[in-house]
Structures are given as C-alpha cells and as structure tokens.
C-alpha cells in the first residue's frame, strides 16, 4: 500500500498490522464487485455533462503508488473501449517536467487522478495543474471530502464499508473498477459504443465476481507452497505486457509492502533486455500470460526462462496451462476479456505476499523486523511443503 491507499503502518506504539490481514482484504474481493460494480456505474453516468465526455480526444491518467500501477492497467481499455489516446502519468512527472497543454486542447483532455485517500498531495496538485489549464478533471477516490475530490470537476466515490489498515488490496480493485466503468462510459459518449454494447460490457464486469472468487479459492493454498520454496530468494521477479504489466508492477509492490521481500515488475520485452542477465540462476520469474494480444511471446519469454534454470511461476488461464514451461502454475479462472483481466490477474500477489511474511516471520510495512505474537500465540513458522502446486 501507499500512502494514497489507506493508513500506513500507524503511529508510533501501535500494534504492527498482522499479514494474515491481506487475506481478509482478498475474501472481500468478490463481494465488493457484486455490490459495487451498479453503484460505481451510476455515479459514473452521474458526472457532470460540463466535462463534455462526448468531445474528449486524449485521456491522463495520474496516480502514485497502487494508482499509479492500475493506470498502467487501464490504459488499454481507454484505447480500445473509449477509443481515445490515453497515457499513464506518474505524478511527479506530471507536476514537475510535463509541458502545459496549449490554449487551444485542454478542453479536448481529460485528465483522471486516482487516489483512494483523496489526500496524495502530488496527484492534488496535478489535477490542480489541469483544472487551471482548462481541461476536465474527475476524481477516483475513497473520500467525498478530501482535497483531490475538491480538486476535480466530478468525483467517483469508490468507498468500501469495512475497511481496515491493510497494504491496499480492496482499494485497487475499486479504483480498477472505477476506471473501467469511466471508459466503458467515456466510449458510450463518444459514439465509440452504442448502449446496448457499453451495457454489455458494464455487465461482464460484474459477472466477473465468480471469476475472481474461483481464483482466490485455489490460489491461496497454491500461494503458501510456493512462498515456501521462494522466501530466501534474493528477488522475485514479475512479468506482463499491456495490461499486464500494471499487475506486475502492483503485485511487486504488495510482496515488498507485506513481507518486505524486493521483487521487481517489469514488462515482458524489457526483462529478456535487462534482467535475465542478473543472477543467481534460479531467481523465481512469475509470467502473467492472459489471453490477449501477447500472450504467445509471454509463453516465449516464459520459455526462456525456463531454458536459464529460473524457477517458472505461469499465471495463466486455468484451461491453458497444459505445456505451459513452468515450475509452478497459478490458474486463473472464467474468461475474460484482456482490457478486464487486471481484475483477476493480481490475484495471486496478496496471499502470496502474506505467506512470504509468514514464512520469514515478518509483518507488513515494517522492513523485516519480526511480529509481536498475540499473548498465547507462537510467531508463524516456516512451513514446509513436499510438492510444488500443479494444474
């Protein structure tokens, strides 16, 4: 998690968060769509027609952290779906060395800043920064009342009852969903979809709650044999093209929040460039290969892998994992299309995370240093398993 996804790891004195709480955070996964995926929508059709969505030409998307990573995420269903230009901008960047937009195309530019806690000063600052150059501005946020809603010239509200200190989890999805539904939207508005087409699509993504339920329900025991084969490894490495690559880069972020182990996201092609070099020879890779646009070179690359003695971790379409070259399988279930798996596709990163920072008796967002064990209840041990998972 950070800081624009929720409470880090609290003041100083308070009880360390516990890394059974990424397991909570999956449990709600499912459920969250089913409840909010309509609600999400109308506040998305709700967004003020001043923005004048219909004229919209070029999409910016600004976030750090976890937002930063589902805007990698989203970019290609803005393309696809709302047929428009759109790119992911870090906020710093956007702050600092972008060039202002010229008189003559703010209004032809919507710029989108993602920020669960609504307080990210950076992300403020950029919507700030667009609002003044005369673009339009909407808000993906967990707070009516927060700086960056009041930034924004429409907010979608992505609050989620029940919510607890966690490394963000449940926010991503929500901010997943929420930017999927603008595009969805944004395509309606543009003549891009008819309706009939963008309720078609609003209704894949909430069928996609079984989808996502299947894939938590066999992967967090998948997760706990590999974690124990892996937590000594100097890195972890994470790879995906296109949308992909946004879940590598989140997945990453959730090992190294949870269990303090470092892992990498990097994409497809840049990891056969860079670090396929690095050692030692048996690093573990996770390749996200869903069905899409390159999900034969990620089966390539998956290949290469394998062929330099890494530990393979395929997370793959539960029914095409058979000759897939890996040392472990993470299935992913239901069928989905590519501009929605980022949905399903970082499934896998928070029990895995948990049960890293359980083998390694470690507790979310602190660096390695060992939980205090509740009165009557050992530290977690290692635990050992005889057998990678297997399809």
Not at 212 to 228: K, L, P
Request: hydrophobic share 45%.
């Amino acid at each position: 998690m950070t800081p624009a996804h929720g409470p880090g790891p609290g003041p100083a004195g308070a009880p360390p968060l516990e890394p059974e709480v990424m397991l909570r955070q999956m449990r709600c996964l499912a459920d969250d769509i089913r409840a909010h995926t309509a609600p999400f929508a109308e506040q998305v059709r709700a967004l003020p027609g001043s923005l004048g969505l219909a004229g919209i030409e070029s999409v910016v998307i600004v976030g750090n952290g976890d937002s930063d990573h589902a805007a990698r995420a989203v970019e290609m269903a803005f393309r696809s779906l709302a047929g428009v230009d759109c790119r992911p901008v870090s906020a710093l960047p956007f702050t600092h060395y972008r060039k202002s937009a010229a008189p003559s195309s703010p209004a032809r530019v919507l710029t989108l800043a993602i920020s669960a806690s609504g307080g990210s000063p950076l992300v403020v600052r950029a919507a700030e920064q667009a609002r003044a150059e005369g673009g339009a501005v909407v808000a993906l946020t967990g707070r009516a009342e927060s700086p960056l809603a009041r930034s924004a010239h429409g907010t979608v509200l992505l609050a989620l009852p029940g919510q607890e200190p966690s490394p963000g989890v449940r926010t991503y999805q929500a901010s997943l969903l929420g930017a999927l539904l603008l595009a969805i939207a944004l395509g309606q508005a543009r003549g891009h979809l008819d309706r009939a087409a963008a309720d078609m699509l609003r209704d894949e993504l909430g069928a996609l709650a079984d989808a996502v339920e299947a894939t938590v329900g066999e992967n967090t025991g998948r997760t706990r044999q590999i974690a124990d084969r892996i937590a000594h490894a100097p890195v972890l490495t994470l790879l995906g093209g296109g949308p992909s690559h946004g879940s590598a880069l989140y997945s990453a972020a959730k090992v190294i929040e949870t269990s303090a182990v470092f892992a990498v996201g990097q994409d497809l092609e840049e990891w056969c460039h860079v670090e396929r070099f690095a050692g030692p020879r048996d690093l573990p890779v996770f390749v996200l290969a869903p069905a899409g646009r390159c999900s034969g070179h990620a089966r390539r690359v998956a290949q290469r892998a394998t062929e330099l003695g890494r530990r393979l971790v395929a997370v793959a379409p539960a029914g095409r994992l058979d000759g897939f070259p890996a040392w472990a399988h993470l299935p992913v279930h239901g069928q989905v299309r590519e501009e929605f798996s980022p949905l399903l596709y970082h499934l896998f990163a928070a029990p895995l995370a948990c049960h890293l920072a359980q083998c390694l008796n470690r507790v979310p967002f602190a660096a390695g240093r060992a939980p205090q064990a509740p009165p009557g209840r050992p530290s977690a041990p290692a635990v050992s398993s005889p057998q990678l998972p297997r399809p």
